[in-house]
């Protein structure tokens, strides 16, 4: 009975496999390879976007301005090495306690490059399907009443397309 529980549970959940070359690239297949990390990608949630289910994947820890405690500032989703397959919208959300100061505003960065399309104040905005790749995210808060600024750790999220060998696809 527990075994046909176990295989009901990952029935709809992709195995994907994550190992980084010699040369420091990171790569990811459906077919094991020796010394590869094993990921469960889950087919989606309410939303329709699948992500890593590895324990461990926590938003990074909080950094409190100098003149401003927050005892929450850091990238709650995507989470930490999560992965969206292409034509997924990534949703990116800040955890941030207390509020916004009225002097104060986020910059995002994606890979370096800030987003010009989100308000100075969002916390919360959806980034549309991206192609296959790497990507880093950040935010920034300055206050422009003391020309501080505090930025989250960085989160790595990857985009690959499915393969073709993964059954969930040929529906």
């Known amino acids: 009975m527990v075994l046909g ?70 990238i709650e989703s995507p989470v930490r090495d999560q992965v969206f397959f292409g034509g997924d919208v990534v949703p990116v959300r800040l955890g941030l306690e207390p509020g916004l100061q009225p002097q104060q505003q986020i910059t995002w960065n994606l890979n370096g490059s800030p987003l010009s399309d989100q308000g100075p104040t969002a916390v919360s905005f959806v980034l549309p399907a991206q192609p296959r790749g790497t990507y880093v995210l950040t935010a920034t808060i300055r ?20 393969s073709d060998l993964d059954p969930l696809r040929r529906k």
């Open 5 to 74: 529980l176990a295989v009901a549970v990952t029935a709809g959940a992709t195995v994907i496999y994550k190992w980084v070359d010699a040369d420091g690239v990171v790569h990811y297949s459906d077919q094991e390879v020796p010394g590869a990390e094993k990921m469960i990608i889950s087919p989606g949630s309410s939303n329709g976007i699948g992500g890593s289910t590895r324990s461990g994947a926590q938003p990074p820890a909080a950094k409190p301005l100098k003149n401003q405690r927050f005892s929450l500032f850091a």
């Open 143 to 162: 206050d422009a009443a003391t020309g501080e600024m505090q930025t989250t750790d960085a989160v790595t999220f990857y985009v690959r397309q499915p």
